[in-house]
């Protein structure tokens, strides 16, 4: 009865983005509450403002003691998104803004009547089956997120390679088409992983190669597998780091904790396509038996490395995992490590730095990325990069100098990848944040996702 617009007119809620306006027992509803979000002006309503005005509804709703709510945001247009992007993004913002970590809190006041079931409003009921198809997705997407966030705030001392394994194990209880599978470091020794082993030899933690196995397309279809670096913690090694935020470094597993999230999510969807996750997880640390830098290493593949550098030990990990990848015949190996702090450097915290040796790859990637705003930006790996790498007395150095760092890293590991299409993500910028905000992001798991449901539907 014109009760929103009289009160639009009196100026009590003006549509600056984010700003709210609970109303209680409106007349002639059925609802105890609604609630009014401003969404700011209309010509700039793109996926980013959308995810905030979801976050800020949910937020304010579960802060109100309302239980259950019907959202009609999913109606609003959003520049440059379709209506499974805009189902993608309200799940996904919802989970973000009420995750929390607290589990090592011995108190913590949560909300007394959280919000516990959302309702989302869709206006075409001829594709409702469409669109709860992408609904399911999004949650199997939303609690892969959640998983990789939890595994990479674990601090180091309780997530050791032993732990994320067992973690690994747990999954394989669940999907009937996982398969999970833990090699030692002494089957390691026998694989000749003597790049990957330099690395675990300065720690007391024994390294683990966690490989899942998930089986959801045909058996003669060729696998893809992801490769995720699983540094639980990076000290540097000898070539220790500085003490500032090196807390932060028990990050350094945030590729695995991705790609293990990734596994949860296409196996809870149940995705029709063969997929198996490598991860390689140690702690870098020094020690008697550290390695040394100048110390020349002999990868499974057979090629010299001269460790010039200890800490840059993330590419001495993927590169056997690499090697190890090719029993499998894949199509395609996509590694995801945290590898560089140059990434940083060049792309900041908002982009992932991407490399191919196949450009189509890359291309398919990127645009899983646009769909989910899990973005990437392709940098090259020309070959005049390939000879920062040079070393005196081995194949290769580990380190190519301070230019061009991560491109350098990536050439590194490209050397690896001769048999099969390969991309690397560099995620050091992406996958958590730091200052009053520390925790993980869940980053790139729904890229990564949504890269293997595309994949799904074009070979299916
Ligand atoms: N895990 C680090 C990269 C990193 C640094 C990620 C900071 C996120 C934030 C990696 O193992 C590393 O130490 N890389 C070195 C390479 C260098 C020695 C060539 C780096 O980036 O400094
Ligand atoms: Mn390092
Ligand atoms: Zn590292």
């Not at 609904?135 to 939303?142: D, F, G, N, P, T």
């Not at 470091?185 to 720690?203: D, H, I, N, Q």
């Not at 809870?268 to 100048?294: H, Q, Y």
């Not at 450097?345 to 398919?364: E, I, K, Q, R, Y």
Request: contains cysteine.
């Amino acid at each position: 009865n014109g009760y929103i617009s009289s009160l639009i007119r009196r100026g009590d809620l003006e549509g600056k983005m984010g700003q709210t306006l609970l109303l209680h027992n409106i007349e002639n509803t059925l609802c105890d509450r609604v609630l009014l979000v401003g969404c700011g002006k209309e010509r700039d309503f793109g996926p980013d403002q959308y995810k905030q005005v979801v976050a800020k509804a949910v937020q304010t709703l579960n802060d109100t003691g309302s239980m259950d709510a019907v959202f009609y945001l999913t109606e609003l247009p959003v520049k440059q998104n379709d209506i499974s992007q805009k189902i993608h993004h309200f799940v996904l913002a919802t989970h973000e803004v009420l995750y929390q970590f607290n589990e090592l809190k011995t108190t913590v006041d949560s909300a007394r009547r959280p919000l516990r079931k959302i309702v989302i409003a869709v206006s075409n009921r001829r594709d409702l089956n469409l669109r709860e198809q992408t609904l399911r997705e999004s949650v199997a997407i939303a609690e892969g997120i959640h998983l990789c966030k939890d595994l990479a705030n674990l601090p180091a001392n309780i997530c050791t390679p032993g732990y994320l394994a067992d973690e690994a194990q747990k999954l394989d209880k669940i999907y009937t088409k996982l398969s999970v599978n833990i090699i030692d470091e002494e089957e390691m020794t026998k694989l000749k992983m003597g790049a990957f082993l330099s690395v675990s030899r300065g720690s007391r933690e024994p390294a683990k190669l966690i490989s899942l196995q998930y089986q959801g397309g045909p058996d003669k279809q060729k696998p893809i597998v992801l490769i995720g670096k699983g540094v639980t913690f990076d000290s540097g090694g000898i070539s220790l780091k500085p003490g500032a935020a090196m807390d932060e470094m028990k990050y350094d597993m945030c590729g695995a904790a991705s790609v293990i999230g990734t596994i949860n999510a296409i196996a809870e969807m149940d995705l029709e396509l063969n997929v198996i996750g490598l991860i390689p997880a140690t702690e870098n640390l020094p020690d008697g038996l550290a390695s040394k830098p100048g110390d020349i290493v002999t990868s499974m593949s057979g090629k010299t490395i001269e460790i010039l550098n200890t800490d840059a030990e993330g590419r001495l990990i993927l590169c056997d995992t690499m090697t190890y990848s090719e029993k499998f015949k894949p199509e395609i190996v996509i590694d995801v490590a945290t590898l560089t702090g140059a990434c940083i450097v060049a792309l900041g915290h908002h982009t992932t730095g991407l490399f191919s040796n196949h450009s189509p790859l890359a291309h398919d990637i990127e645009n899983a990325g646009k769909h989910t705003s899990d973005k990437v930006w392709e940098l090259p790996i020309w070959d005049e990069y390939q000879e920062q790498l040079k070393s005196n007395f081995a194949d290769m150095a580990n380190i190519g100098g301070r230019p061009a760092g991560s491109i350098t890293a990536a050439c590194f590991l490209s050397r690896f990848a001769k048999k099969f299409q390969w991309a690397h993500l560099d995620i050091a910028g992406v996958a958590w944040k730091s200052g009053s905000e520390k925790g993980a992001t869940g980053r790139p798991v729904a890229l990564l996702s949504q890269y293997l449901i595309n994949k799904a539907k074009s070979s299916g």
